[in-house]
């Protein structure tokens, strides 16, 4: 699969064809771009989302035409029941899961001292519970269904979306960097304990990406300017450099990458202030 020449971001060969793909929050941001990313690798995809059907109505349309089946699925993926009925409908509709990208997430910012139960939880539930509820709802089907090595090396993939604040404390954000670092947390142990099944799991760590949950960091030049100084590679991410990273890691060119996070931030997670302090 080729993209048409000169574009900012050329397709992805087909590293993922026959391959089953589900990504949650895909109607906006990291997700659509991912969702899009898979199908151009040769996936089928399910567009889950919770809110703004037209928008992922959208994202199945241009999957579509990369030549692969798509279509879209509303739930929430801290509920329980909405969760299992959406992996029991991809099985039904798709035959089985091969790739979970577990990427809903949201945030609910305040100061500690102002932080409201409600925005505590909400960011626990989305971020952390409905990454575990996803992930294991998938691990069942690629228990179930073995390894096909006609698909893949691989029982089934898992990719975390995380966040650089999985390591990187983040005041006015304590909820957040809470669930990241159980993301991180969450991920290895189900790495361990899913690997002799033949299960990867993984993450990928995104820096500052232009999407809709930081505008406010990027949208007007002193924004921007301020936020390069976290950033060596003097660039804001574009949602397609998460998209191709998670591609290539649920893919079986990274068949033996087990339990990692893959950070893709530009040097965020370098210490900047360290370039010239210290
Ligand atoms: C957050 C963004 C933030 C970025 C870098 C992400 O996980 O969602 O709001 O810009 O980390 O700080």
Request: net charge negative.
């Amino acid at each position: 699969m080729t993209s048409p020449a000169g574009q900012p971001h050329p397709g992805l060969p087909p590293i993922l064809r026959g391959q089953k793909a589900l990504v949650t929050g895909a109607n906006s941001g990291i997700g659509k771009a991912t969702a899009i990313g898979l199908g151009r690798a040769g996936a089928d995809v399910v567009v889950n989302y919770v809110f703004g059907r037209e928008a992922a109505e959208e994202v199945v349309e241009e999957i579509k035409s990369y030549g692969v089946r798509a279509y879209a699925h509303e739930a929430d993926v801290s509920d329980e029941g909405q969760v299992t009925a959406m992996v029991g409908r991809m099985v039904e509709e798709f035959g089985t899961i091969d790739v979970l990208v577990a990427n809903a997430g949201l945030q609910r910012d305040a100061a500690a001292t102002e932080m409201t139960l409600d925005q505590w939880n909400k960011v626990l539930d989305v971020n952390l519970t409905g990454q575990f509820l996803c992930a294991r709802e998938a691990a069942k089907e690629f228990v179930r269904r073995g390894v096909v090595p006609e698909v893949s090396r691989s029982a089934g993939k898992i990719v975390c979306m995380s966040s650089v604040h999985q390591v990187i404390p983040w005041a006015g954000h304590v909820n957040y960097a809470a669930s990241k670092g159980g993301v991180l947390m969450m991920m290895q142990t189900l790495a361990q304990e899913l690997a002799p099944k033949g299960i990867r799991v993984n993450a990928v760590a995104p820096g500052a990406i232009r999407t809709p949950i930081n505008r406010s960091a990027w949208e007007t030049p002193e924004a921007e300017a301020e936020l390069l100084k976290l950033i060596p590679y003097r660039r804001v991410g574009d949602p397609e450099d998460i998209a191709r990273a998670v591609a290539v890691l649920a893919s079986d060119l990274m068949d033996y990458v087990v339990g990692t996070t893959v950070y893709v931030d530009g040097g965020m997670t370098l210490f900047p202030g360290f370039a010239t302090g210290g």
